[in-house]
Structure formats: C-alpha cells, structure tokens
C-alpha cells in the first residue's frame, strides 16, 4: 500500500479557487493512479477525479470544467486545483492509489488518505 497524506483544504467564498495535494509514500509513485473522492454530511462517498499512471484523466460530471487533477511524480504529489467553487463542492476530501484507474473509479482503492476539509460558503 501507499501512504498518502492530503493538505490545502480549508475554508472559500463561492467562486474562489483551491488547490489540494496529497503527498504519497514510496519509490513505485509513478505507477500507480492516483484519485480524488468526496464526501459531504449524510452523503456517500464519491470519486471526484482520477489520473492513470499515464496522465489519463477521468472526472465526476459535477466537476467537469471546474476541477482539474495533475501530477508530479518527481515530487510523488497529485494535485486537484478546484477553480469556480460551489456551496454543494462542501466536503471531506480523500486522496486514494491504486495500480488501476478504473480501480479508483469503482471505488475499490486500497490505499486511502485521512481526508482534508473544505468548505464553500455562500
């Protein structure tokens, strides 16, 4: 497994910008993809983004246009910069790993982070 460890949460005015990263442990980073799920109060937890070893992208409906994920593996960070934010985007985001995109998309990564808080306001 990876150790993953998620910072930049935090609290923004609807339409203002953040950008999360997630630190990941080990030498094999870079094959490994790498996502981004939320879940917000009394709701279930939902993949948000996910990248492929490759550079390969996948994003929630939701977020389409808005949130854009990337990765350094130099660096063995992914980044999820979150442009025009909403009140809904309100959540506990979790970076996750897996060896396979469509893995992290079914929700069945093995590797999760504790999670960073934001919080949209209105």
């Known amino acids: 497994q990876v150790q993953l460890v998620e910072s930049g949460g935090g609290l923004v005015q609807a339409g203002g910008s953040l950008r999360l990263s997630c630190a990941a442990s080990?030498?094999?980073?870079?094959?490994?993809?790498m996502g981004w799920f939320r879940q917000a109060p009394g709701k279930e937890r939902d993949v948000v983004a996910a990248?492929?070893?490759?550079?390969?992208?996948y994003y929630a409906d939701s977020v389409k246009g808005r949130f854009t994920i990337s990765r350094d593996n130099a660096k063995n960070t992914v980044y999820l910069q979150m442009n025009s934010l909403k009140p809904e985007d309100t959540a506990v985001y979790y970076c996750?790993?897996?060896?396979?995109?469509?893995?992290?998309?079914?929700?069945?990564?093995?590797?999760w982070g504790q999670g960073t808080q934001v919080t949209v306001s209105s």
């Open positions: 996750v790993a897996e060896r396979s995109l469509n893995t992290i998309v079914t929700g069945a990564a093995n590797s």
């Open positions: 990248i492929s070893w490759s550079g390969g992208t």
């Open positions: 080990g030498r094999t980073f870079s094959r490994y993809a």
